[in-house]
Nanobody
């Protein structure tokens, strides 16, 4: 497992942008597929975006395609989520996750390690 710490959340107006970071400790992060999930109050955790261990493949939920971009820097052991054109219904706690064997990026149980989450609030 790797240890993950998110940062970059905060309060932003609708239409604004935020960049989330997920810092990983452990030398095996570069071999882990990784993703971002979010959970709003009273709702289940939902998939947002994922990226393969090499960064060569990315996957997005339909609701964020064209607005969010996932990336990673394996030298810095960090993954990012650039969020543009934010909407009030994007308000949630965003968590990063990493897994050594992930077959379906959309399923939380496929991931071995999780960060504590960072709050993103989008005001209308």
């Amino acid at each position: 497992q790797v240890q993950l710490v998110e940062s970059g959340g905060g309060l932003v107006q609708a239409g604004g942008s935020l960049r989330l970071s997920c810092a990983a400790s452990g030398r095996t992060f570069s071999s882990h597929n990784s993703g971002w999930f979010r959970q709003a109050p009273g709702k289940e955790r939902e998939f947002v975006a994922a990226i393969s261990w090499s960064g060569s493949a990315t996957y997005y939920a339909d609701s964020v395609k064209g607005r969010f971009t996932i990336s990673r820097n394996n030298v810095k052991n960090t993954m990012y989520l650039q969020m543009n054109s934010l909407k009030p219904d994007n308000t949630a706690v965003y968590s990063c996750a990493a897994g050594f064997r992930v077959r379906d990026y959309r399923i939380p149980l496929q991931y071995d390690s999780w960060g504590q989450g960072t709050q993103v609030t989008v005001a209308s």
